[in-house]
């Protein structure tokens, strides 16, 4: 069996010996000293050393901007002289302005902050080895996975403590508006991104241009997220593909020989905005960043937030990944500084890249015995976590046994060999009380948070409180959803087909994967290697028996099997209600907020009928995929009347759906409809 994305090679799947903590040696130092010290790392070979200043004056005087520049004039009726100020205000709001002095108060600043709210921060030595030898011959692009507003953060530091030059980030432009904080941000390598950009032709320019420029002249490591988003639910969000092709364009042209993809993979224990992220996945607004709500948050720091691994994937050559994907012949034809669109294989070819980069981030990942035990938890009824509680051994014992199961399915724990496991669980129990507590031998979930005292509560606000605690339990699962995913849906496939044909197994197995690749991360055109992989996992754990045409089921399947089925079953309820909803209730046109707020009465009252035994269905972000899912399957279109973007839905495709989904009907009768695209 071929594995595409392990065939590259991921620096990242060392034993855990292999990981340093760094914080180790700044407890036994002082933090001044630290951000004194030298600071020499090598450059990039190929290129003269460059000002921030001097990339600034380069980006201005670029043939592509001027080229833009005098276009945009012409479509306006403006002079070229107001289009060149409206360019240099763009630029100056964007730009960092990366200073030594302000990469030496950050360092001391985050060894303050790091020493206080993490118990270790572990690297792995290899990787940064790896990282450090290619930053001096090639231009690197630097793509960790994001999940928190430290991830950033921790990068910069980890390159400052190893003599790596520190990377430019790029950064929403709310951050750019923290006083003192965002001018702190653009001096240690920030620059700041509009978030709603649309069709400003300009912008795109001025920003592509700078972009370029960054990785053209080898000025710094390039750091983004490509994923675009912090992820609010921890589990890994389809690539966007914006920025990628801007850090590429300059091989695709031939202005560079090559450049270097660098994954990192980002695992925390606990996320210091875990409360935050659920509740704003329920509907409560997010909080503007400003330095005074950053004040008011300090309240963290009194936290314990366990430890955190950063694990530098092996370094990638952009030429060798493109080897016989894409043909560069096509930019010869057209100057370099004239903007070109895409062609279709190199459109192709950035989504499957980007795909790649985010799928070794997943397995680069460090999963913690609370993931784990997050989804045993979220498999039990609420009203047991609630009222009853779970029993502590026999949460211990599930825990164990899934340990087992992820380790078969070549997962990578952060799992402590040299402590006892029930020591290991219960100081994992301790760190994440703010979501469970043990009482009398029992496990229960904290209710919203609040102290009883607050009752009487109505019963959606009880709903509301649980589902806020539930979505954090959630969020954690999410963590070790990647090593489960394709087992699970071949298990679901198993159960709702009830066949033991390959081929229909394959065509359901598919049929998930379309109509859930807004939650999961597949890559584009290999569902048959999923399947393959999704099959010899399973048989690996000796729960299927697999010959050329049938997959069955082994005397000692059904556990393995029943609980991957479990672990898919709150997305195929959400999706099936949500289905269900826009076939009979919704009106055929609708906008994306009328569409989250009837889903979300709908649900409160399917739950306290007990219709519906999910949370999940209440978060907005598996509301919004079920859109994202229609819209890319054809059976919603967007349309913009007036100022709103609203959504026409086909009713009978999504009808349609919904039956293969609950396997009321093969998916070949989807296939068989033009209307839809699966």
């Known amino acids: 069996m071929t594995n595409t994305y392990r065939d590259v090679g991921v620096a990242g799947q060392q034993d855990e010996e292999d990981f340093v903590d760094i914080l180790e040696e700044r407890r036994l130092s002082s933090d001044l000293g630290f951000a004194l010290r030298t600071f020499s790392p090598q450059l990039h070979k190929g290129s003269p050393p460059c000002s921030s200043a001097e990339l600034h004056r380069a980006v201005l005087e670029s043939q592509y901007l001027r080229y833009v520049t005098k276009e945009v004039a012409m479509e306006t009726g403006s002079c070229e002289q107001e289009v ?75 390159m400052f403590s190893y003599d790596i030059p520190v990377p430019v980030i790029a950064a929403g432009i709310p951050l750019a508006g923290m006083k003192i904080v965002g001018e702190i941000l653009r001096r240690s390598g920030a620059f700041f991104i509009r978030r709603a950009i649309g069709s400003d032709r300009l912008y795109w320019a001025v920003l592509s241009e700078y972009v370029r420029t960054v990785v053209r002249k080898g000025f710094a490591p390039l750091e983004f997220f490509v994923e675009g988003l912090r992820s609010r639910t921890l589990k890994s969000i389809s690539p966007k593909l914006g920025m990628m092709h801007m850090v590429l364009e300059p091989f695709l042209k031939g202005e560079v020989y090559d ?244 081929d229909d197994l394959l065509a359901y197995f598919c049929f998930l994967q379309d109509v859930f690749s807004n939650e999961f991360i597949f890559i584009p055109g290999r569902s048959s290697q999923d399947f393959e992989e999704a099959g010899y996992l399973l048989k690996k754990c000796k729960a299927v028996h697999i010959s050329q045409q049938e997959v069955t089921v082994s005397d000692s399947g059904l556990e393995v099997l029943s609980f991957l089925q479990e672990l898919l079953k709150p997305f195929i309820n959400s999706y099936q209600l949500m289905f269900r909803y826009l076939c009979e209730d919704a009106d055929q046109i609708f906008t994306e907020k009328q569409f989250l707020h009837a889903v979300r009465t709908l649900a409160t009252n399917a739950v306290l009928s007990g219709e519906l035994d999910t949370y999940e269905v209440l978060s907005s972000n598996v509301q919004k995929n079920v859109l994202s899912a229609l819209q890319r399957l054809r059976m919603a279109t967007k349309v913009k009347r007036s100022e709103n973007e609203e959504y026409k839905v086909d009713r009978a495709a999504v009808g349609r759906a919904g039956d293969v989904l609950s396997g009321k009907v093969p998916p070949q009768v989807l296939r068989a409809t033009p209307a839809a695209r699966l």
């Open 84 to 158: 060149r100020e409206e360019v240099c205000g763009i630029l100056g709001e964007m730009s960092q302005n990366l200073q030594l002095r302000f990469i030496r108060l950050m360092a001391y600043m985050m060894t303050k902050v790091f020493k206080t709210v993490f118990s270790a921060i572990f690297v792995n030595v290899e990787g940064l080895n790896m990282l450090q030898q290619a930053t001096q011959e090639n231009p690197v692009i630097l793509m960790p996975n994001h999940r928190s507003y430290i991830d950033f953060l921790v990068i910069s530091y980890i």
């Open 259 to 502: 450049i270097t993809l660098v994954p990192i993979s980002i695992s925390y224990d606990r996320v210091l905005e875990e409360s935050l992220l659920a509740h704003e996945l329920l509907g409560v607004p997010k909080p503007r960043e400003s330095t005074m709500g950053l004040l008011k948050a300090s309240s963290v720091l009194q936290e314990n937030y366990g430890s955190m691994h950063v694990n530098f994937g092996r370094p990638l050559s952009v030429r060798q990944l493109c080897e016989g994907k894409i043909n560069r012949c096509q930019y010869n034809l057209t100057p370099r500084d004239l903007p070109q669109k895409p062609s279709a294989d190199v459109q192709a070819c950035v989504s499957w890249m980007a795909h790649l980069m985010v799928r070794i981030q997943e397995e680069g990942s460090r999963i913690s015995p609370w993931s784990l035990m997050a989804c045993l938890l979220l498999q039990t009824p609420a009203t047991v976590l609630t009222e009853q509680g779970l029993l502590w051994h026999r949460l211990t014992e599930k825990t164990l046994w899934l340990r087992r199961l992820a380790l078969d399915f070549g997962a990578h724990l952060n799992w402590p060999e040299q402590i006892p496991d029930s020591d290991v669980l219960l100081s994992t129990l301790a760190l994440h009380r703010t979501v469970v507590h043990q009482k009398a031998g029992r496990v229960f979930l904290v209710w919203g948070g609040e102290p009883e005292g607050r009752h009487p509560v109505s019963p959606e606000e009880g709903v509301m409180r649980t589902a806020a605690a539930a979505l954090m339990l959630v969020s954690y699962r999410n963590q070790s959803l990647h090593v489960f995913v394709r087992p699970a849906l071949l298990a679901t496939a198993m159960s709702v087909t009830k066949s033991t044909e390959r």
